[in-house]
């Protein structure tokens, strides 16, 4: 048996090496940077440890911009394409004929190049000085008035990124959902038909019960890909988000990093730390919450 634990324990070793070097001491280093205060990248030197760096951030409109904006897609994209991609799998798993057909429809977004997608998305919702765009054409016949969703006013601009947003990710959560509807014991079902229980009350009290294991990993994991969102943007807005209105923390990191106004890794560890920190918290409420709503 030690022999065993211990040859477990080899075959694992590549893993936590993997997460040593490619997680722990990133997370460590930029703790490290965070606290230096007036570091310079190009001697390597700074002038006093402390929590300026923090007070910095807290205090950059761009940063704080860069917080709205990403909390206010979090809020909005991860229940809308949760609540989107439930009803869509439950549907696809109602349908007999052509299902596999509609399962590969809906999961064509995923496999897209993130780009592509903006760019089709700029095409429909930008407004230029040839087109007003395939949307507003829709929007003027119906009698509405022509909005500029890219350049134009703060909620159009909210309003495309998290429409993209879901887009994007309610594919691979369509796909999970299906699976955990087919691995739902079917005795289940005919018990309560026998019992003459109504369709919706077979789905609250018997469907979504035995998938909310599955529910609450999507969440969970929605979670923390909206707070890591920036390519989307990009592939909207450009790349001086700051300047269109819709960067994000991770955008705000780069920036700091790379950017126009880059070179300044302290600033950017801290930004970090801070998202790290909020990623956490959600996570362990999530998955405190989880324990009582969940059914094992």
Not at 102 to 110: G, V
Not at 135 to 161: E, H, Q, S
Not at 204 to 224: A, D, N, Q
Request: glycine share 8%; proline share 3%.
């Amino acid at each position: 048996m030690e022999y065993r634990n211990r040859r477990a324990w080899l075959y694992l070793l590549p893993a936590f090496a993997f997460l040593l070097v490619f997680l722990i001491y990133p997370l460590f280093d930029a703790a490290v940077y965070s606290l230096q205060e007036g570091y310079n990248s190009a001697s390597q030197s700074y002038y006093g440890v402390g929590l300026y760096n923090f007070s910095y951030i807290l205090h950059d409109t761009y940063f704080l911009q860069a917080v709205k904006n990403t909390f206010l897609m979090v809020i909005i994209t991860v229940p809308i394409s949760t609540g989107l991609s439930l009803l869509i799998a439950f549907a696809l798993s109602s349908i007999q004929g052509l299902k596999k057909l509609f399962q590969t429809i809906f999961f064509l977004p995923y496999v897209t190049n993130t780009l592509a997608v903006g760019l089709v998305f700029m095409i429909l919702f930008k407004k230029t000085a040839y087109t007003d765009g395939l949307v507003n054409l829709l929007i003027t016949r119906l009698g509405g008035t022509a909005v500029d969703f890219i350049d134009g006013p703060y909620w159009a601009r909210m309003f495309v990124m998290c429409f993209y947003i879901i887009w994007v990710v309610m594919p691979f959560k369509i796909l999970i959902l299906t699976s955990a509807l087919a691995s739902v014991d079917t005795n289940y079902y005919n018990a309560a038909r026998v019992d003459g229980t109504s369709a919706g009350r077979i789905f609250f009290r018997i469907t979504l019960p035995m998938i909310s294991p599955t529910v609450f990993y999507l969440i969970i994991t929605g979670f923390i890909g909206a707070f890591k969102e920036y390519s989307d943007a990009v592939a909207l807005f450009g790349t001086d988000l700051n300047k269109a209105g819709m960067n994000t923390i991770v955008g705000y990191i780069y920036d700091m990093l790379y950017g126009d106004s880059g070179g300044y890794p302290s600033y950017a560890s801290a930004a970090a730390i801070l998202l790290f920190l909020i990623i956490l918290t959600i996570t362990v409420g999530n998955l405190l919450s989880s324990r009582k709503a969940v059914v094992h």
